[in-house]
């Protein structure tokens, strides 16, 4: 038998987005691709599963308490980043009379551990790291009457934890996008109405301060040219899909991979538009072209500060220089560039956020996104420091954001608004945005959840988060 194949018989397995915490909460409306990873393993292992994207759905918390009541299955398993939390813990609640086990992956429980049983005393186990191999090892040691010691990776509040090996990248069933209603997804800058996200590779040997690598470590592995395109022929040429967002942590790591992949793209004449991640200081002219010819139509970049002292904070290793050389270079090439910037970074005057807002403007970026810094349990960030303001960003959309910086929350949040005026308030990329929300669909996605909250009487009554007990949100347990 395969390690991955269940040795239980099969069970009926519930994955669950929650809906969001207000109808006018706006976040990304991607797939949850890592509730798909997870459907694909448990089908392969002969499992039978569901997935509710009540999110994308627009279900209101009763909607889902109203369908809760009518299922009754062996396992509802959900999918937890830190700041969504709160809500993970709602319906993990409301979920309490709808399954024999109830189970969590995801980097929230990576990082706090066994602290997840404080706030959600309805889940049965947690999972620690990438989970298709150790959620089928679980099943089959909940079916089993949990005899013995907890499988590796699995969290449960009686049995002492022990981490599992990483699964090998290539043995790794695709997402199983067949289970999603996948003509609903959009992403705003996409121009395409309809869009899908994909992993080509896992691991990233950086070591910025501020990120949380608790899920696929440092060590970058990466699956086969052929491997990736397949999947990226099934995406458009099956599910229809026009535009993929390629969410690698670092797509452009291995250059001779990404011009294989660009060259075996072009020679099966797929027509996709694609996205993905980069870092300034490995891309060249060569690839950026072959990457173009290919479909790529946008790169993003963690180009985080316009500050010498913020890069160095940040552990980015990178310098300004090249985020000029490169942002040039993609003008010059003709791919659309989207720049990640960190305003208020400690040590940061109003002046120097200024600076990080000018920079993006000066380095012709396309578009920006501007966040303000958290640190996640777990990173090298949360042990330099433990509380922050709290600084509401739009696209942000957790129930509270604790913010590192040495501003007062007022001033941060002034320059945090003016800085979107600033960018996108001019000609050009007011017209580009304009047009790429409306052809992506995502105005009418906004408009909705406008409808909702003036119509949907269920709404009126909607509670704005879920108190959690315990204080994760800059820390991670010792389990
Ligand atoms: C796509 C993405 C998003 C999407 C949406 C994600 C979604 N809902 O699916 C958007 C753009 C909305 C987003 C927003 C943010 N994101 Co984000 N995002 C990602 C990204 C780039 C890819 C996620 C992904 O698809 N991964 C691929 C899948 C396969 O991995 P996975 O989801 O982790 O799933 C695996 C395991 O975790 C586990 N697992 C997951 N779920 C489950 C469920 C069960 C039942 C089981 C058994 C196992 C299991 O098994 C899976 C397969 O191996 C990750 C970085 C990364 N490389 O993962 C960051 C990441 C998840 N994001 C992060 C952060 C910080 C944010 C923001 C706060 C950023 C910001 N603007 O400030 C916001 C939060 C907004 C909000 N409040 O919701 C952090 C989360 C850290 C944490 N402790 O929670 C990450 C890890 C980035 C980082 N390295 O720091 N994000
Ligand atoms: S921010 Fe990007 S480059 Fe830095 S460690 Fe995380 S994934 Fe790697």
């Known amino acids: 038998m395969d390690s991955t194949e269940s040795g239980g018989c099969s069970v009926k397995v519930l994955l669950i987005r929650p809906p969001r915490r207000h109808p006018l909460e706006q976040s990304l409306t991607v797939p949850p691709l890592g ?77 706090v551990k066994l602290d997840i049983f404080q706030d959600a005393p309805f889940l049965t186990a947690g999972v620690v790291g990438e989970g298709e191999d150790v959620v089928v090892h679980l099943l ?43 003509r609903q997804y959009k992403y705003p800058l996409a121009g395409k109405r309809h869009i899908g996200t994909m992993i080509t590779s896992r691991g990233c040997p950086f070591r910025c301060s501020f990120c949380d690598k608790s899920v696929s470590g440092s060590a970058w592995r990466a699956r086969s040219a052929t ?40 020679r ?11 870092r300034v200081d490995n891309l060249d002219i060569e690839m950026l072209q072959a990457m173009k010819n290919a479909g790529c139509q946008m790169i993003a970049f963690g180009v985080e500060s316009g500050n010498p002292d913020s890069l160095a904070l940040l552990r980015k290793d990178i310098n300004i220089e090249q985020t000029k050389e490169t942002f040039a270079l993609m003008q010059q090439v003709g791919v659309k560039s989207l720049a990640y910037m960190i305003l208020g970074v400690p040590g940061e005057t109003l002046e120097d956020v200024w600076t990080s807002i000018r920079f993006a403007k000066e380095i012709g970026a396309d578009y920006v996104q501007f966040s303000s810094l958290s640190a996640m349990p777990g990173t090298p960030l949360s042990m330099q420091y433990d509380s922050g303001v709290s600084v509401r960003n739009w696209l942000d959309a957790d129930a509270n954001r604790q913010t590192l910086t040495s501003l007062d929350e007022e001033t941060l949040q002034r320059a945090m608004k003016q800085a979107w005026r600033y960018f996108y308030l001019r000609p050009r990329p007011l017209y580009r945005l304009g047009r790429d929300l409306l052809r992506s669909g995502y105005i009418v996605e906004m408009g909705k959840g406008v409808m909702q909250a003036i119509w949907n009487e269920d709404n009126r009554s909607e509670k704005r988060g879920h108190q959690v007990k315990s204080n994760n949100f800059s820390r991670a347990s010792e389990a």
């Open 35 to 111: 509730l798909a990873y997870i459907a694909g393993a448990l089908e392969k292992a002969g499992h039978t599963v569901e997935i509710w994207d009540a999110y994308i759905e627009r279900w209101t918390w009763r909607k889902l308490e109203r369908r809760l009541r009518d299922v009754y299955v062996d396992v509802i398993g959900f999918s937890a980043m830190t700041p969504m939390w709160d809500v993970i813990c709602r319906a993990s609640a409301l979920a309490k009379q709808s399954a024999r086990w109830q189970i969590v992956g995801g980097p929230h429980p990576t990082t």
């Open 140 to 182: 089959d040691w909940l079916q089993n009457g949990q005899s013995g010691e907890a499988p590796k990776g699995v969290l449960h509040p009686r049995y002492p934890f022990v981490p599992a090996d990483t699964p090998h990248i290539k043995s790794i069933t695709w997402p199983a996008r067949h289970l999603l209603d996948n």
């Open 227 to 266: 491997d990736v395109v397949d999947e990226m022929a099934y995406m458009t040429q099956e599910l229809g899909i026009q535009f993929i967002n390629i969410y690698d942590d670092n797509f452009t790591l291995h250059r001779k991979r990404v011009l294989d992949i660009c060259v075996e793209i072009e």
């Open 268 to 278: 099966r004449k797929l027509n996709v538009a694609w996205k993905c991640e980069g």
